[in-house]
Structure formats: C-alpha cells, structure tokens
C-alpha cells in the first residue's frame, strides 16, 4: 500500500453456497492492496496481528497460486481437499467466522439492539487491513447472508457484493459436496440433508430450495443497504470475461482494477465454466425436483 493511500471500507462477499463466490474471494485476494482474514486469524481471532502474514504471499507469487488454485489454477475451492503441511501453513484467504464470533457477531441476525462487543468488529477488521499492508479488507462467509442488516449497521460505509448463478447448477453442485449431508439447514430448523433424504424427500430438491432461501434473504438483506454499496455479478459473466468482471469489481471495492501484478496473476489462473454439469448429469426424470426454483429463476432472468 502506498503511504499516501487511505484505507477503504471492508468489501462483503455474499452469495448462495456453490455460486463462484470462494472462486471470486481469491482472485480479489490476489491484489497487492487486497486485505483477508488468513487461516492463522482464525485460531487465534483476536490477534489482528497475525494479518502481518498475508504479506508473504507477495514475496512468493508461483507457491501462492499453487496453495490457493491447485497446480492446474483452476480450483479456488480447496478447502477439504488433501494438501501438504507446506500448504496448509502458507497464509491463505479463508472465510473466518471465528473473527466474527469473537465479537459476538451472530451469523443470523434478528434485528436486535447492537452491543458494545459488536462494536469492537469495525476495529478489528481495520486493524486486520491495515497490518496485512492493504487498503480493502475481502470478506467472504456464506453466515453474511443472514447478517448484512448487522454488518451494514456496524460500518455504515461497508461495500457488498452479491455473486448469483443459475440455481438449477447450483443445486447439482452442492448435491456433490461431502460437507452438505451433515450440514445444519438453518430454514429447515437446523435438520440435515441426511435428515431430508431419511424421510424419503428428493434430496435434489433441498438443494434447490436451499438456493432459493438463501438468494431470499440475501435480497431482505441487501434491501438494508444503500443502492450504491451494492454491486451484483452473475458467475455466468465471471467465467465467461473475468478480467472485465473482476476489474468492475476492483473498481467497486476501491481496488486499482489495472494494477500490473494484479493482471499478470490473473493471467495465470482459471476460470472453467462448470454450468453444463447439471444439464448433463441430472435425468430427466429427476428434474422435477427442481420446479421450486422456477419463480426464482425467472426473477432472476436465468429462464
């Protein structure tokens, strides 16, 4: 960061599960005035200090893109997979919820009276910018989709993005991960996947309408905020012109979108479009389960 560079407000990374957004935190990450919770923040989340480390991903761009795409850079999502303890120390952009429970932050908020340890977030995250040496604190967590009201209230001049893709390809992909069987589904009073298929429902078709619940309360959410702290992009335009949508992006946060270093990194990583999977995987017959996204497909001109 240049030393006449002012700190800008934290950009907020939201988003349905499985729609780009893991993919769009790291490219953002990338940027030499990029600020990020790193995976050493979140053993210790009260240690702002610990974002000293972000600056060694500077220093070693080639172990970097390794650590954060995979050899073949094209896999942002590399959080369950199998990696070196090399990698597994190297500082890398994670979503960070124990940052935001060390202030109490809760990942739904209902609406209640802000308290002071609440109030100790905006510090935190700033303290969090300024010692990685950045000027934009990226924020990725799906728990934000149920909190933009609290975080909007606690910095008021905070930036959100909103990362939307065809739900139909969304639900296939989170049919796919190992982490969703067992996950808590917060609309459906905590029960699991695993819960869903047991009673004999389509497991596809929670998938479904987990997507349509999330894209629901994100729009209550960002309705909060005003129009001009909100951008939305389509994964559908990000894999198809990524410099162009990350430079809108860049632009949006208060990055420079044509930083030389930021570029020639982007350069070097992938962006496969991974939309045609469901259209070719799921059966005909099975498609039914898909019908209760269809109001929200059409609001969102993907039918």
Same mark, same amino acid.
């Given at each position: 960061?240049?030393?006449?560079?002012?700190?800008?407000?934290?950009?907020?990374?939201?988003?349905?599960?499985?729609?780009?957004?893991?993919?769009?935190?790291?490219?953002?990450?990338?940027?030499?005035?990029?600020?990020?919770?790193?995976?050493?923040? =979140?053993?210790?989340?009260?240690?702002?200090?610990?974002?000293?480390?972000?600056?060694? %991903? /500077?220093? +070693? !761009? @080639?172990?970097?893109?390794?650590?954060?795409?995979?050899? *073949?850079?094209?896999?942002?999502?590399?959080?369950?997979?199998?990696?070196? !303890?090399?990698? =597994?120390?190297?500082?890398?952009?994670?979503?960070?919820?124990?940052?935001?429970?060390?202030?109490?932050?809760?990942? /739904?908020?209902?609406? *209640?009276?802000?308290?002071?340890?609440? =109030? +100790?977030?905006?510090?935190?995250?700033?303290?969090?910018?300024?010692?990685?040496? %950045?000027?934009?604190?990226?924020?990725?967590?799906?728990?934000?989709?149920?909190?933009?009201?609290?975080?909007?209230?606690?910095?008021?001049?905070? =930036?959100?993005?909103?990362?939307?893709?065809?739900?139909?390809?969304?639900?296939?992909?989170?049919?796919?991960?190992?982490?969703?069987?067992?996950?808590? &589904?917060?609309?459906?009073? @905590?029960?699991?996947?695993?819960?869903?298929?047991?009673?004999?429902?389509?497991?596809?078709?929670?998938?479904?309408?987990?997507?349509?619940?999330?894209?629901? &309360? #994100?729009?209550?959410?960002?309705? *909060?905020?005003?129009?001009?702290?909100?951008?939305? #992009?389509?994964?559908?335009?990000?894999?198809?012109?990524? *410099?162009?949508?990350?430079?809108? &992006?860049?632009?949006?946060?208060? !990055?420079?979108?044509?930083?030389? &270093?930021?570029?020639?990194? !982007?350069?070097?990583?992938?962006?496969?479009?991974?939309? /045609?999977?469901?259209?070719?995987?799921?059966?005909?017959?099975?498609?039914?389960?898909?019908?209760?996204?269809?109001?929200?497909?059409?609001?969102?001109?993907?039918?």
């Amino acid at each position: 960061m240049t030393s006449d560079a002012r700190p800008q407000p934290p950009l907020f990374i939201v988003g349905a599960p499985r729609s780009g957004t893991s993919l769009v935190y790291r490219a953002l990450a990338l940027h030499p005035d990029a600020s990020w919770i790193n995976n050493y923040q =979140r053993r210790l989340p009260g240690v702002s200090a610990l974002a000293v480390l972000n600056r060694l %991903g /500077a220093r +070693r !761009l @080639d172990q970097r893109r390794a650590v954060w795409f995979g050899a *073949s850079g094209d896999n942002a999502y590399r959080y369950n997979t199998s990696r070196s !303890l090399a990698e =597994r120390f190297f500082p890398q952009p994670v979503e960070g919820e124990p940052v935001f429970e060390h202030c109490d932050v809760p990942e /739904a908020w209902d609406g *209640s009276p802000v308290t002071d340890k609440q =109030r +100790r977030l905006p510090g935190l995250l700033a303290r969090t910018t300024g010692r990685s040496g %950045g000027r934009v604190l990226l924020s990725k967590r799906i728990g934000h989709n149920r909190r933009i009201g609290l975080l909007h209230k606690l910095i008021p001049q905070a =930036r959100f993005l909103d990362v939307t893709r065809d739900g139909r390809a969304v639900a296939y992909s989170l049919s796919r991960v190992d982490w969703w069987p067992e996950m808590p &589904v917060w609309w459906w009073d @905590d029960r699991t996947p695993q819960e869903w298929a047991a009673e004999g429902k389509d497991p596809l078709e929670l998938c479904a309408r987990h997507w349509v619940e999330e894209t629901r &309360v #994100i729009e209550e959410g960002l309705a *909060s905020v005003p129009a001009g702290s909100v951008l939305r #992009i389509r994964y559908e335009d990000l894999v198809a012109d990524p *410099s162009r949508v990350l430079g809108e &992006v860049a632009a949006f946060a208060g !990055l420079d979108p044509d930083n030389a &270093v930021w570029q020639a990194e !982007l350069s070097k990583i992938s962006f496969p479009d991974k939309n /045609a999977a469901w259209n070719a995987e799921i059966p005909a017959e099975q498609r039914a389960a898909l019908a209760v996204m269809d109001d929200q497909l059409n609001t969102m001109g993907y039918r």
